[in-house]
């Protein structure tokens, strides 16, 4: 009965979430700032993807076996709204943000069946290739002279820049204690461990 109660107040918990995000002024206040956008909105929708589709995993099992749709589905998603035309897109047009939120929604629900199943070294090469892109990604907004989202200002480019590379070593030490605990998991020696019975 209790777990019944957490799994209908979890449920409810996402809903108003979703909700809060998608309607003013909630979204209204995020779509205003490029740093918000990115650092907050984006992150947001994929998350709430991901807890959706990891509360439903034998429908992403029927759906995508393997998960390796669910993962490139991901990953091209997430590549996409890294563009600066995308982002520009976002504070200038409603059906942008709207697309921005259903996309990286599903998204989020499809690479939850994907990611859990690749192995160590795809994993490590991801979180390398995404570590690298946040460093990359904050040198470029730091440092670009131009002007590259018309929707917002070189100020909050450079706002983005300078969060993004402050983020790039916490981001870091994320996928190397991420990459250390699927190596553990992963491990022979963990599976192969010989259990000592009582005397």
């Not at 995020?30 to 998350?47: G, H, K, T």
């Not at 599903?106 to 690479?111: L, R, T």
């Not at 820049?161 to 998991?185: C, D, I, M, Y």
């Amino acid at each position: 009965m209790k777990g019944t109660a957490l799994t209908w107040l979890l449920r409810g918990a996402w809903l108003a979430v979703t909700a809060a995000l998608w309607l003013s002024p909630v979204d209204d206040w995020l779509d205003e700032r490029m740093p918000r956008v990115m650092l907050l909105q984006m992150p947001a929708w994929f998350m709430l993807g991901w807890l959706a589709g990891r509360s439903r995993p034998r429908l992403l099992a029927l759906v995508d076996p393997r998960g390796l749709g669910g993962f490139a589905l991901g990953i091209i998603t997430v590549n996409f709204w890294m563009i600066p035309r995308s982002v520009d897109a976002i504070g200038s047009s409603d059906v942008a943000d709207g697309l921005l939120h259903l996309s990286l929604l599903s998204a989020g629900f499809a690479m939850s069946a994907g990611f859990p199943r690749l192995p160590f070294v795809a994993k490590a090469a991801l979180a390398i290739q995404g570590t690298s892109m946040v460093f990359a990604l904050g040198t470029f907004y730091s440092n670009y002279k131009a002007l590259l989202c018309g929707s917002f200002s070189m100020a909050q480019q450079r706002e983005l820049g300078g969060w993004l590379l402050r983020l790039s070593p916490l981001v870091l030490v994320w996928a190397l204690g991420a990459g250390f605990r699927a190596l553990l998991r992963e491990s022979p020696a963990a599976d192969a461990a010989p259990t000592v019975e009582p005397s």
